[in-house]
């Protein structure tokens, strides 16, 4: 099985992965996406380690400010926080998979959809 995952990887290897791990809070998403990007990294490919929302960047900030209570936000505005957070990042996102560097993700859409999902949105 090892064997079959690691010729698969060889074979696309001009291009990087887009790997995206999803899952409740604590569920183990960090555990995992380290492993793989261990894994990954130990046959040689370029490969790193994403996490959204990406608190780094100017509306990062204004997300974890929501997260830890700082701020008062409506749902709709945190809904498009949420995504201009990871507008921020296509650029570089597109740049990193198109030069072979694999992006293991932890959290993207889908965290954003379930959330907007769970408040109504």
Known sequence: ETERAEK??????????????E????SG???????LLSY????GYPAELWRFPDRNTSVGQMISSYLSNQTQ???QTIHLLYS???WEKRLLMEDKL???TTL????YSYSGVAFSSAKGL
């Open 73 to 75: 936000l409506d749902d």
């Open 40 to 43: 990954i990294e130990g046959l």
């Open 29 to 35: 998403k960090t555990s995992q996406s380290t492993k």
């Open 84 to 86: 201009a957070n990871r």
């Open 104 to 107: 293991i993700v932890d959290r």
């Open 98 to 100: 198109k030069t072979g």
């Open 23 to 26: 899952g409740l809070d604590r």
């Open 8 to 21: 698969k990887v060889k074979l696309s290897s001009s291009r990087g992965a887009l790997i995206v791990l």
